[in-house]
């Protein structure tokens, strides 16, 4: 079994940036990458980025509403990415949480059922 901690977040004003962070403990066997997730009040839970440490290791992946914005980066060694967030923006306000894909052979997929671990998630805020 897998259990991933994040870390980071907060408050940050418009134009602003965070750092997130997330290691995964466990049955490092399994972690054949990691990624983000964000879910506002009253929307789905929306990709962000994932980076891969299994198949093709160093991938990355973006939602295209933070391509230019964030940049995801992996530490295969420890099982944990970083997740800097710039140019933050009030519609970047979420909880954002942390997810490993369950396929060793994960590629990009966004949607949350590929993905078998979840962290407790961390509150982002960003005002305007």
């Known amino acids: 079994q897998v259990q991933l901690v994040e870390s980071g977040g907060g408050l940050v004003e418009s134009g602003g940036s965070l750092r997130l962070s997330c290691a995964a403990s466990?049955?490092?066997?399994?972690?054949?990458?990691l990624g983000w997730f964000r879910q506002a009040p009253g929307k789905e839970r929306e990709f962000v980025a994932a980076?891969?440490?299994?198949?093709?290791?160093?991938?990355?992946y973006y939602a295209d509403s933070v391509k230019g914005r964030f940049t995801i980066s992996g530490d295969n060694a420890k099982n944990a990415v970083n997740l800097q967030m710039n140019s933050l923006k009030p519609d970047d306000t979420a909880v954002y949480y942390c997810?490993?894909?369950?396929?060793?052979?994960?590629?990009?997929?966004?949607?949350?059922?590929?993905?078998?671990?979840w962290g407790q998630g961390t509150q982002v805020t960003v005002s305007s």
């Open positions: 997810a490993a894909p369950r396929s060793f052979f994960y590629s990009g997929s966004s949607d949350p059922s590929d993905f078998a671990a």
């Open positions: 466990g049955r490092a066997s399994s972690v054949y990458g």
């Open positions: 980076f891969t440490f299994a198949w093709i290791a160093g991938r990355t």
